[in-house]
């Protein structure tokens, strides 16, 4: 699984990553402020991705 969160949602181009892989990516994308009512609505979710996410650029998603 692949979780996206940015400013703004923008159009997903397919990631040539799937096939080198020779996996299927799930990909989530959030706005930012979608993210952060995802984090009060479903806590559990919130906490596996801070536990567990690694993130690629950036920080982790930390909601205050």
């Given at each position: 699984?692949?979780?996206i ?24 994308q ?9 984090a ?7 906490s596996?991705v801070?536990?567990h996410?690694i993130?690629?650029?950036?920080e ?5």
């Amino acid at each position: 699984d692949l979780l996206i969160i940015t400013r703004k949602k923008r159009k997903l181009e397919m990631i040539m990553s799937e096939q080198k892989l020779a996996r299927e990516l799930t990909i989530i994308q959030y706005a930012y402020q979608e993210w952060k009512e995802k984090a009060e609505r479903e806590k559990a979710f919130y906490s596996n991705v801070l536990l567990h996410g690694i993130a690629l650029y950036g920080e982790k998603p930390v909601v205050n």
